[in-house]
């Protein structure tokens, strides 16, 4: 503000005033005056208006005159004058003439409207001379609704009407045009169309004769069509209507259509009309029978405000409903849920108050589609959103747990997976309202996560290997991984629809917004803990995410620091807490522990920079009660932590822990035997786990090196971290532990063998405490301290007065009768419906709303308890020798044991068999099939199947289980007891009366026997050979099998990951028996190879070994080799043929072919083959086909075997496209096809039956046959094949479409010089393999034959 100038001061302080004033010239002076603009009205003042009640508001509808501004009428000339290009071209007339403005130019663009036939409407008359003046004081003042008096003449007409000015309104002119529909009148109507006509109305005529005119000629007309006939005048109207334009003919045609529709309208004007008068005049609106337009939910009164116009669509809403429907059985109907996402019934008659018929479509119907709640919660109303995501929330989580089984055609995870759900949750992530964000956030949480896969987790985390986590990574991902391709840039919406999970962390920055929503918002309870969750199930995708979560900036210093403190203020023990904030959450510490389980490295991080090892000790240090938690939820995290801890001690961190917790946990050890104390189960098989783990790191010996690279060759987990070196603990710190720990075992092993089966008890204690025991006996042996004789004799006493009399008790029996019962491959073949997608991977053991659950993981399961219980029985007997035969006769010919691995090995394969709490299962029989091994018995070859079964069976994260199967039980003899000397007499029986044995020559004729006895003998010799044939081709696993095998023993100095690669993956293939001769040809088939000429011998012995024991198989346990189909069996010996020039030649190898054709030759084995499907490994069979004709043409000399197989697709059923390829393209091999036909394992009646249809193969047949391509001599098979389809298709006079070919071949045939394939083709009579060439001839051919013969004969020959 600037200051005056005051008293005293000089001419310079003026200047100097003056100067600053000058200076702020930018400022807004003290006062302005504008002008008004008289162009634009005020606001305030409101002219008057005279408005005609019944006219329309609307203005009429037609072109108008737009008004252009004089600025741009200037641009426009403007422009046209720069315009030199159109300015040249233009005539100078025509651009006078388009720039004239002369009145006279303006007036011959008027043009007259005809008014002759318009009606005149005066002014209505009046009994004075002149109207009557309108006083001011003859009138009521009226005034507007602004508060201003009305003009003079809008209150004269208010006054007099618009009748006394001369005009005449709309109702008026339509009641003089035309009458309201009456259906009384309907027969004066029709006569009335035919006095005039709806074409001609004589609008172009006299003004006042033109109707008259109009309808003598449509009398005429009639009079002209009432003499023609109907025929006549068809004629004429089809004439017409050629010779009219066809817009004209469109226009007259839609003349008729738009006078109905005017009709309609009109009545729809009256009925209107009339219900406003009716609402003027105050009566009732009665709704007449029939007549639905007039049926209104409410009666308008005429005291009503601002109903004078009815709004139809409006009061429909107020209609009463009707009845529900159920709609068709067959079809069914759109699902419709509640606002806690129930199913409805169609036929629910709920109340409207309830809030669920706000919806368009089947308004009787009560509850909301999916399809309405996508559309609400995209609403720009908080409410309709916040209520779409909780429903849709509900919805999923109630899909996921199996609540609409039986009730939904379809499932319900998958459809809205493929409708965008994911980007329509992450899009309301970032919602500023705090009801729709704690809504967005329950709604992802319940598709991306699913409870009862983590309360599976912790059933089975104290059983052996429990504590691995499968990685629920999609496999498809992976797969895409181990072809080594670049990965292929992808969109968002592509990534999400192969991996959500993937999708919404690399894509959608999810793990950005959960910690801005954790660290920011600071949502309830409720949200928070659904936030973890959804963390823990990014961590147990894979390890890659995991690492991102660890490595996300400031995400787990929140989780840390907020939910996973180590001093809190108490809470009571029963109160429900609102905020979180600063508590420990036992959510939180399960996403530790996945984390954890993902990586060695990312554990050590967790340890060294927030101090996991202190917080958990934290928690496990105090009593329950002393947590100052609500009791369940300190239980959770005491056991959680403990969970937590065994995790660390895997990778031998936080072993320091230990040291510090010793004396705690020797009182929990202790409390566990007090049988008064409070029920812990799950805290206290945890703690024992823990202490299991203990002892693996006291017994491990530690790696001199450093750190050790992860086994899948992740970067991210090793670049960037360190190791946390703890003091190591060593045997003389464990040690202590075996006394009370076994204190534990004798107790419950007492308690289960006398009450269990009077009352079953949980198992889960009893399970942690055997599984110590094993452990601790396994480590014992390999400490310098140990001293054989002591532990000799302490294992004798205790399998002599604690497990043999626990073996036979009748609590234990019980246990083992519940096997079949609990057993996933056991399982009836109905599976629940599997509410998941292949882009979000579940583990699928658990639906409790469906009431489904994996048998192995039920209440009262015995799969743990015993698994621990047959490994430590193992651990004992490999300790002690001499306790083998005291243990082991009566646990491997146990009945109820033998009873459940009979069913297992001749089940069918179960829908539960690919689960992965199935696992746990094959851990029970891998177990007891070691047991086997060290005491066969006479249920070996039951054994042997399982064990082949469960080879199969078992996954990734088991490869050393693999890989030890197949060196002590595969190929061991003692399981192969068929190959013994009774064994082969049965099969010698076998073989007289079936005469199984076929003959063959080879290329070299030496004749190619294969005898089934000789031949299982000779392979029974050989087992220990074949045995290294397949451990040296699984070298290639090595690497996986180390790792598999330090997780498996605890082995925690290598142990880098707790987390399998994949959840649904196999160790081995259903065709792994093929696996070394795959092996072959693709190193045969690879460019360069050092022997294309000649196999090196220990190769060809590779070959051998696979088809003995395959053929070994396909005898003696055929069954196994049923998951295989007999087209890739087929398809995989053919590799032999194509593995190296001379191969199919050695002697060995030569037999067990033959042996194998002649199992694949069996007519029904023949009936299953089927070339058209899918070969692992192989893009078409076809592309097999052709290399295989191009090895028979280059090596084969003309082999019976190797023909024979090559015969195999030539049969008739099978693709046409085979035989073409044979005959055509590679028809060189029809030389070398020497096979005789008495020698051919395949039916000759399969390459004969049906007749050949195939045009184009029945020409190359006959091409083949006049060019002496195919003889007798050289291809038998084939030679008859040929005249047999040809001889048929000549003589076939049925078919009609094919003759101009037929007569092409006759008149060949006629003219081939090849007197005996002429004679072959016109005398063929059928197949005889008895007789030369296979085939018999007629002496005389019969009549109708010789007649087609004598039709085709060349004139001169006649």
């Known amino acids: 503000m600037l200051k005056r100038p005051k008293a005293g001061e000089s001419e310079e302080d003026l200047l100097q005033f003056q100067e600053e004033f000058l200076a702020r010239n930018k400022s807004d002076p003290s006062a302005s005056v504008k ?34 501004s004089k600025f741009r009428k200037a641009q426009e000339e403007r422009r046209s004058k720069g315009a030199t290009t159109s300015a040249e071209t233009d005539d100078a007339e025509e651009r006078v003439e388009k720039h004239d403005r002369h009145m006279a130019q303006v007036l011959t663009q008027i043009i007259e409207r005809d008014t002759r ?181 409410v009666q308008p009164e005429p005291t009503w405000v601002h109903m004078e116009k009815v709004e139809y669509d409006k009061l429909e809403w107020m209609r009463d409903l009707p009845p529900p429907c159920t709609g068709d059985a067959k079809n069914g109907l759109p699902a419709r849920f509640d606002f806690h996402g129930n199913i409805l019934p169609a036929d629910s008659d709920l109340p409207v108050n309830q809030g669920l018929h706000h919806h368009g479509s089947e308004p009787e119907r009560a509850g909301y589609t999916l399809e309405e709640m996508f559309q609400l919660a995209r609403s720009s109303n908080i409410q309709q959103r916040t209520l779409a995501l909780q429903v849709l929330a509900w919805v999923i989580y109630k899909a996921k747990r199996g609540a609409y089984r039986d009730v939904v055609q379809s499932p319900i995870v998958p459809a809205v997976l493929e409708s965008g759900v994911v980007f329509l949750f992450r899009w309301a992530l970032d919602d500023t309202v705090d009801a729709v964000l704690a809504a967005a956030v329950a709604a992802m949480h319940a598709l991306i996560c699913n409870p009862a896969d983590q309360e599976c987790l912790d059933i089975c985390f104290s059983w052996f290997q429990g504590h691995v986590m499968p990685g629920q990574c999609p496999v498809t991902m992976e797969s895409e991984r181990q072809d080594g391709e670049e990965p292929v840039e992808e969109t968002d919406a592509e990534v999400a629809k192969r991996d959500v999970v993937l999708g919404l962390v690399s894509r959608m920055v999810l793990l950005q917004r959960l910690r801005h929503i954790l660290e920011i918002r600071k949502p309830q309870a409720v949200t928070v803990i659904q936030v973890l969750d959804m963390l823990t199930k990014a961590a147990q995708h894979s390890p890659g995410l995991a690492y991102k979560i660890v490595h996300c900036p400031r995400l787990l210093d929140v989780v840390f620091q907020e939910f996973l403190p180590t001093a809190w203020d108490p809470q009571d023990s029963n109160a429900q807490l609102s905020s979180v904030y600063g508590f420990p959450l036992p959510a939180a510490l399960r996403l530790v522990a996945a984390l954890c389980q993902a990586g060695r490295n990312m554990t050590a991080h967790m340890i060294s920079k927030y101090k996991l090892q202190n917080i958990i000790m934290r928690y496990m240090a ?145 399970t942690s405490c ?38 036979k008790s009748l609590g234990l029996k019980t246990v083992l009768r519940s096997l079949s019962q609990h057993s996933n491959l056991l399982s009836p073949p109905e599976c629940p419906s599997q509410e998941t997608d292949s882009c979000l991977v579940e583990l699928q053991a658990s639906q409790p709303d469906g009431d489904f659950t994996a048998p192995v993981l039920k209440s009262n399961s015995p799969y743990g308890f015993l698994t621990a219980f047959l490994r430590l029985t193992l651990v004992l007997c490999q300790l002690h020798k001499g306790v083998i035969d005291k243990m082991l006769v009566d646990v491997t010919q146990d009945e109820d044991l033998m009873s459940y691995m009979k069913k297992v090995s001749r089940n069918k394969v179960s829908c539960l068999v690919d689960n992965y709490f199935t696992r746990h299962e094959n851990y029970l029989q891998y177990y007891f099939l070691k047991l086997a091994a060290l005491k066969p018995g006479p249920n070996m070859p039951i054994l042997h199947r399982c064990g082949l079964h469960l080879l199969s069976r078992l996954k990734e994260g088991d490869e050393c289980l693999a890989f030890d199967l197949l060196s002590t039980t595969i190929f061991s003899p003692d399981f192969i007891i068929d190959g013994k000397e009774d064994g082969l007499v049965f099969e010698d029986l076998g073989e007289m009366t079936l005469a199984e044995t076929s003959h063959l020559k080879s290329a070299t004729e030496r004749e190619i026997t294969a005898n089934r006895s000789l031949l299982l003998s000779e392979v029974y010799t050989k087992l220990p050979g074949i045995r290294a044939t397949y451990l040296s081709a699984f070298q290639d696993n090595q690497q996986a099998v180390t790792a598999s095998r330090n997780r498996l023993t605890c082995n925690t100095f290598y142990t ?147 023909a024979c197989y090559v015969l195999l697709p030539l049969q008739r059923r099978h693709s046409v496209q085979m035989r073409r390829l044979v005959w055509g393209e590679k028809a060189a091999v029809l030389r070398t096809f020497r096979v005789p036909i008495k020698q051919v394992v395949v039916p000759v009646e399969r390459f004969l039956t049906p007749d050949e249809s195939d045009l184009p193969l029945l020409q190359l047949y006959f091409q083949c046959l006049v060019s002496q391509t195919v003889r007798p001599t050289w291809a038998p098979i084939m030679y008859l094949t040929a005249i047999h389809h040809v001889n048929r298709f000549l003589y076939y006079q049925a078919d009609q479409i094919n003759q101009r070919p037929r007569d092409r071949m006759w008149r060949q045939l006629m003219a081939c010089k090849h007197e005996e394939v002429r004679h072959h083709l016109l005398y063929y009579k059928t197949v005889d393999v008895e007789q030369e060439y296979g085939m018999t001839f007629y002496t005389n051919l019969p009549a109708i034959r010789q007649t087609v013969v004598d039709g085709h004969m060349p004139a001169r020959m006649t």
């Open 35 to 68: 002008r008004a603009d008289k162009r634009k009205p005020s606001g305030d003042e409101k002219k008057d208006v005279v408005k005609l009640d019944e006219f329309p508001e609307t203005l009429p509808s037609g072109p108008v005159p737009v008004k252009k």
């Open 117 to 297: 036939n318009a009606a005149v409407f005066l002014p209505r008359q009046s009994n004075q001379a002149f109207p009557t003046a309108l006083h001011r004081g003859n009138t009521q003042q009226l005034t507007g609704s602004s508060g201003k008096k009305k003009s003079l003449f809008v209150q004269h007409l208010a006054t007099s009407g618009v009748k006394d000015f001369g005009v005449v309104l709309q109702q008026e002119v339509q009641k003089v045009g035309e009458m309201p529909h009456n259906p009384s009148t309907d027969v004066e109507e029709r006569e009335d169309r035919k006095a005039t006509s709806r074409i001609v109305q004589g609008s172009g005529l006299s003004a006042t004769l033109g109707t008259t005119e109009a309808r003598k000629i449509h009398e005429e007309n009639l009079e002209k069509l009432s003499t023609m006939t109907q025929e006549e005048i068809d004629e004429e109207r089809e004439k017409l209507m050629e010779m009219m334009d066809p817009k004209l003919l469109a226009f007259l045609t839609s003349r008729k259509t738009m006078k109905s529709e005017t009709k309609s309208e009109i009545k729809e004007m009256e009925t209107e009309t009339s219900l406003k008068e009716r609402v003027a005049t105050g009566k009732k609106i009665s709704k007449k029978k029939g007549d639905s337009d007039l049926g209104l939910p």
């Open 622 to 766: 105090v009593k329950t009660s002393d947590l100052q938690l609500p009791r369940d939820e300190a239980e959770m995290l005491q056991t959680l932590s403990f969970r937590v801890w065994k995790i660390c001690l895997s990778y031998g961190l936080a072993t320091q822990t230990y040291l510090d917790l010793y004396s705690t946990l020797v009182a929990y050890i202790q409390s566990a035997l007090d049988p008064g104390r409070p029920s812990r189960k799950q805290m206290e098989a945890a703690m024992l786990s823990c202490c299991e783990t203990v002892v693996s790191v006291a017994g491990s010996v530690k790696p001199s090196t450093g750190f050790v690279r992860s086994h899948d060759g992740s970067a991210m987990e090793t670049e960037g971290s360190e190791e946390v070196v703890s003091p190591d603990v060593n045997w003389s710190h464990v040690a202590g532990l075996y006394q009370p720990i076994t204190s534990c075992v004798q107790s419950v092993l007492e308690d289960i063998k006398d009450n269990y089966q009077i009352k079953k008890c949980d198992l889960h204690f009893a």
């Open 770 to 807: 055997v599984s110590f025991l094993a452990t601790f006996y396994q480590q014992l042996q390999k400490q310098p301290t140990y001293s054989p004789v002591q532990c000799l004799q302490e294992v004798e006493d205790f399998c002599c007065m604690t497990l043999l009399p626990f073996w």
């Open 1056 to 1202: 880098d990951s707790l987390m399998s690669r994949s959840s649904g993956g196999s160790v081995l293939p259903c065709d792994w028996m093929y696996l070394p001769l795959i092996q072959l040809y693709v190193k045969a088939s690879t460019p360069g190879t050092s022997f294309e000429e000649c196999v090196p011998p220990h190769l060809i012995a590779m070959a051998a070994d696979v088809l003995y024991w395959v053929y070994v198989l396909e005898c003696w346990r055929s069954h196994i080799l049923g998951v295989v189909s007999i087209t890739l069996k087929v398809t995989r010996v053919m590799c032999t043929f194509m593995a190296g020039n001379d191969l199919f030649l050695d002697r060995g190898v030569s037999r067990y072919l033959a042996a194998l054709l002649q199992e694949y030759t069996k007519p029904a084995a023949l009936d299953r083959l089927d070339f058209t499907e899918d070969i692992p490994g192989l893009s078409s069979f076809y592309d097999l086909f052709s290399e295989l004709l191009q090895q028979y043409e280059s090596v084969s000399f003309g082999d019976s075997l190797f």
